[in-house]
């Protein structure tokens, strides 16, 4: 193991323990606590969760099954940018799942999931109110109007030229 991954995994229990000093030893409070580590760290490390699952006293595979049975929870850290598809009724109803395919056939992976290079996370969300422009997705917090599998080559093609302006400048 590098000092690297030590050292993150470090900060994380640190991290942790910080937000668990809030908090009393109540298997109640599994779920806000996860919340506010999720909110802090991006995701649900390993580590956060045996730090959790000391603290309330408690094995850590029930704390795992919680972190797995809600999608609101993390287990890979989030990418660079993040792409929600809206499912909701007015989107679905407009091809939302067609899109959510052409996301996932163009990043290559599944909702849930991260690209390997980190750049891209996948997930769907419920309505996110802006029904007259379906089918949304969300990319990077901002809805974007109807995002049919075409228009999903032309958003990933400007993130592909941000990326080489990126590496230019970082030359
Ligand atoms: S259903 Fe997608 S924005 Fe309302």
């Given at each position: ?139 990077d917090d901002k809805p974007q109007a109807k995002v ?24």
């Amino acid at each position: 193991m590098t000092m690297t991954v030590l050292k993150e995994q470090s900060e994380v229990r640190r991290q942790t323990k910080q937000i668990l000093k809030r908090y009393g030893r109540r298997r109640g409070n599994l779920i806000p606590i996860l919340q506010e580590v999720q909110g802090k760290l991006g995701y649900l490390p390993q580590e956060a969760m045996l730090e959790i699952a000391e603290f309330l006293n408690m094995p850590a595979i029930d704390v795992y099954s919680v972190v797995t049975f809600y999608n609101q929870f993390r287990l890979n850290p989030p990418g660079r940018h993040s792409i929600r598809v809206c499912l909701g009724t007015a989107c679905h109803m407009k091809g939302g799942y067609i899109t959510l395919d052409a996301w996932k056939r163009r990043l290559g992976i599944d909702r849930g999931e991260t690209t390997p290079d980190r750049e891209f996370d996948l997930d769907t969300v419920a309505c996110v109110g802006c029904c007259t422009m379906a089918p949304v997705t969300v990319v990077d917090d901002k809805p974007q109007a109807k995002v049919e599998p075409t228009k999903v080559d032309g958003i990933l093609l400007s993130f592909e030229r941000e990326r080489e302006k990126r590496s230019k400048e970082s030359q």
